[in-house]
């Protein structure tokens, strides 16, 4: 098969009747992904059958169904288009063109509407957009006189990726250009035909709509940080420490794939039983933590952790880094993380981020240094994924390298005290010594009491 020149996302939520049309005006060799946003009248299907490539997005919004088909897009380009028949996906090469010839890094369809195309409730939602689309031009100083927020866009796949996007409603083509603005992206406009919809929009048909829409990007608008390395300058107060969310690092705790430097002198099995009883302690502490919402951050079959008071999020595939990067752009506001692997964690340990937080003026990160060179713990009032990502990790320089990439960007930095990781035996009798009475010490214990068993078994057996 011959290699597909690009991708072309639509978002699509009941547009059964325009797809046809919609994909048979997909350009020759290029792939349509259609993201089925929870559609009840069989588009998903119908799409399928019409040979497009099909994903299930059930998170509504529009944000969320690009992100979700940008995630399977593997062309060199990808485009963005309204499968409502308003667009014509045959406008897209031209597009595309401005792309290769290097005149632009973002591309943009200014719709140019046919009569009829916009009816009031269209033409109050473009105005209001249209204002705020403005207001981010000069946030962000930008010198294209950019006069439509439409869906039609366009730009390299991997450099879409690297945008970080993280709003997942309507929000999200304003995000889009703020972040290329910032960037230094080459943004430019092209204009296109805008035709009348097939259906009813979902976004400008309606009042509710047309403010949501607006309210999600006015929000956007105000909440958006400034480039790495920029001192915020806005004065704006950050949530106090209730409004934190606390995410753990944890997987699932599977004979021979968790703690495996505990063996030997443990086995397997002796292994995840005392990496359970860590992870259970280190989720105590955080239920007794104020928080906004908490989050286990889980590597393995999700059935498998159902803990209490827990939202569970899949790791995705990839690095460490780059894991840790995805949970960072995902999640809106403050944001601690913590290892499964310090059992001996207190609320002590965390007091000085809370106290901290509680003040306008407070630090914009923390960070918690691992006695083996590593990081227990990471803290960032405005969630980056782009602050972690590419750091190399599981090596002993690793914090250094951590810190160091906090201080560059010009972050002023609050340290937790040095907690000791449970990765060796060592480790897991020496920690287990502080914590006596505790189920973790229990734990080591009887593991530890096996060993010598075992241990003392085969000297009486030697000759």
Same mark, same amino acid.
């Given at each position: 098969?011959?290699?597909?020149? !690009? $991708?072309?996302?639509?978002?699509?939520?009941?547009?059964?009747?325009?797809?046809?049309?919609?994909?048979?005006?997909?350009?020759?060799?290029?792939?349509?992904?259609?993201?089925?946003?929870?559609? &009840?009248?069989?588009?998903?299907?119908?799409?399928?059958?019409?040979?497009?490539?099909?994903? /299930?997005?059930?998170?509504?919004?529009?944000?969320?169904?690009?992100?979700?088909?940008?995630?399977?897009?593997?062309?060199?380009?990808?485009?963005?288009?309204?499968?409502?028949?308003?667009?014509?996906?045959?406008?897209?090469?031209?597009?595309?063109?401005?792309?290769?010839?290097?005149?632009?890094?973002?591309?943009?369809?200014?719709?140019?509407?046919?009569?009829?195309?916009?009816?009031?409730?269209?033409?109050?939602?473009?105005?209001?957009?249209?204002?705020?689309?403005?207001?981010?031009?000069?946030?962000?100083?930008?010198?294209?006189?950019?006069?439509?927020?439409?869906?039609?866009?366009?730009?390299?796949?991997?450099?879409?990726?690297?945008?970080?996007?993280?709003?997942?409603? &309507?929000?999200?083509?304003?995000?889009?250009?703020?972040?290329?603005?910032?960037?230094?992206?080459?943004?430019?406009?092209?204009?296109?035909?805008?035709?009348?919809? /097939?259906?009813?929009?979902?976004?400008?048909?309606?009042?509710?709509?047309?403010?949501?829409?607006?309210?999600?990007?006015?929000?956007?608008?105000?909440?958006?940080?400034?480039?790495?390395?920029?001192?915020?300058?806005?004065?704006?107060?950050?949530?106090?420490?209730?409004?934190?969310?606390?995410?753990?690092?944890?997987?699932?705790?599977?004979?021979?794939? /968790?703690?495996?430097?505990?063996?030997?002198?443990? &086995?397997?099995?002796?292994?995840?039983?005392?990496?359970?009883?860590?992870?259970?302690?280190?989720?105590?502490?955080?239920?007794?933590?104020?928080?906004?919402?908490?989050?286990?951050?889980?590597?393995?079959?999700?059935?498998?952790?159902?803990?209490?008071?827990?939202?569970?999020?899949?790791?995705?595939?990839?690095?460490?880094?780059?894991?840790?990067?995805?949970?960072?752009?995902?999640?809106?506001?403050?944001?601690?993380?913590?290892?499964?692997?310090?059992?001996?964690?207190?609320?002590?340990?965390?007091?000085?981020?809370? $106290?901290?937080?509680?003040?306008?003026?407070?630090?914009?990160?923390?960070?918690?240094?691992?006695?083996?060179?590593?990081?227990?713990?990471?803290?960032?009032?405005?969630?980056?994924?782009?602050?972690?990502?590419?750091?190399?990790?599981?090596?002993?320089?690793?914090?250094?390298?951590?810190?160091?990439?906090?201080?560059?960007?010009?972050?002023?930095?609050?340290?937790?005290?040095?907690?000791?990781?449970?990765?060796?035996? !060592?480790?897991?009798?020496?920690?287990?010594?502080?914590?006596?009475?505790? $189920?973790?010490?229990? !734990?080591?214990?009887?593991?530890?009491?096996?060993?010598?068993?075992?241990?003392?078994?085969?000297?009486?057996?030697?000759?």
């Amino acid at each position: 098969m011959n290699a597909i020149r !690009a $991708d072309v996302i639509f978002p699509c939520l009941d547009e059964r009747d325009a797809l046809p049309w919609v994909l048979g005006r997909v350009p020759s060799g290029w792939r349509a992904i259609v993201v089925d946003n929870g559609s &009840s009248d069989g588009s998903g299907q119908l799409a399928a059958e019409l040979g497009a490539t099909v994903v /299930v997005e059930p998170r509504r919004g529009f944000g969320a169904a690009v992100h979700a088909g940008l995630e399977r897009a593997s062309a060199p380009f990808a485009a963005v288009c309204d499968a409502d028949g308003s667009l014509d996906p045959a406008d897209l090469p031209r597009l595309l063109s401005a792309l290769e010839d290097g005149d632009a890094d973002l591309v943009l369809g200014a719709r140019r509407p046919d009569r009829g195309a916009w009816p009031l409730h269209a033409r109050l939602a473009n105005a209001a957009l249209s204002a705020v689309l403005r207001s981010a031009a000069l946030r962000v100083g930008s010198r294209v006189p950019l006069t439509d927020l439409g869906p039609l866009r366009m730009a390299r796949t991997d450099a879409l990726r690297g945008l970080g996007l993280r709003d997942r409603r &309507s929000g999200y083509p304003l995000e889009m250009v703020l972040r290329a603005a910032e960037a230094g992206w080459r943004i430019t406009e092209l204009p296109v035909r805008y035709a009348p919809r /097939v259906g009813r929009s979902k976004v400008t048909g309606t009042v509710r709509g047309t403010l949501t829409a607006v309210r999600d990007m006015a929000a956007l608008l105000a909440e958006h940080r400034p480039p790495l390395g920029r001192p915020a300058d806005d004065g704006a107060r950050r949530p106090a420490a209730p409004e934190l969310t606390i995410a753990v690092v944890a997987k699932e705790c599977v004979p021979g794939r /968790v703690k495996t430097r505990l063996c030997p002198p443990f &086995s397997p099995e002796e292994a995840a039983l005392v990496a359970t009883s860590s992870l259970e302690a280190t989720l105590g502490v955080v239920r007794s933590l104020p928080a906004r919402r908490r989050v286990l951050f889980f590597e393995g079959d999700p059935s498998a952790a159902d803990p209490a008071g827990f939202e569970v999020l899949a790791q995705p595939s990839g690095d460490l880094d780059a894991r840790l990067a995805a949970l960072f752009d995902t999640v809106d506001g403050p944001l601690l993380v913590l290892g499964m692997d310090t059992p001996q964690l207190t609320r002590d340990d965390l007091a000085p981020l809370f $106290d901290d937080w509680r003040r306008a003026d407070g630090a914009d990160a923390w960070f918690g240094p691992a006695v083996d060179g590593g990081f227990w713990a990471l803290a960032l009032a405005r969630p980056d994924g782009r602050l972690i990502r590419g750091v190399p990790m599981s090596r002993p320089d690793t914090g250094r390298r951590q810190l160091d990439r906090l201080r560059r960007a010009r972050l002023t930095v609050g340290e937790l005290p040095p907690l000791r990781d449970v990765d060796t035996a !060592a480790d897991a009798r020496d920690v287990a010594a502080t914590l006596p009475g505790t $189920d973790f010490a229990a !734990a080591v214990a009887r593991v530890l009491g096996a060993v010598a068993h075992g241990a003392l078994g085969s000297a009486e057996a030697a000759p």
